[in-house]
């Protein structure tokens, strides 16, 4: 069955980094569009950046770019969201989706 399994969400301060990684199984991750999204308490979930299947194309929401940056390694099947300069209004978990199918998200809480 499909699985999208998110790890390397945490707690950091303002101005800090983290990196997600979504481990993808199931399917054929080479051929699909991966998507991270995020949601915060009390808001809808946005759509934060988007990779296409050979990693060529990429877009991300105006809140992020510049500051995000989507990848993936097919070899792995899995794709990656480095986020940098973090700031409070990123708190949200994130979710890896491919799809029709959702991972069940990592917490990230950006916080002094």
């Known amino acids: 069955q499909v699985q999208l399994v998110e790890s390397g969400g945490g707690l950091v301060q303002p101005g800090g980094s983290l990196r997600l990684s979504c481990a993808a199984s199931?399917?054929?991750?080479?051929?699909?569009?991966m998507r991270w999204y995020r949601q915060a308490p009390g808001k809808e979930r946005e759509l934060v950046a988007i990779?296409?299947?050979?990693?060529?194309?990429?877009n991300y929401a105006d809140s992020v770019k510049g500051r995000f940056t989507i990848s993936r390694d097919n070899a792995k099947s899995t794709v990656y969201l480095q986020m940098n300069r973090l700031k409070p209004e990123d708190t949200a978990v994130y979710y890896c989706?491919?799809?029709?199918?959702w991972g069940q998200g990592t917490q990230v809480t950006v916080s002094s």
């Open positions: 989706n491919a799809g029709i199918y």
């Open positions: 199931g399917f054929t991750f080479s051929s699909a569009f």
């Open positions: 990779i296409s299947s050979a990693g060529g194309g990429t």
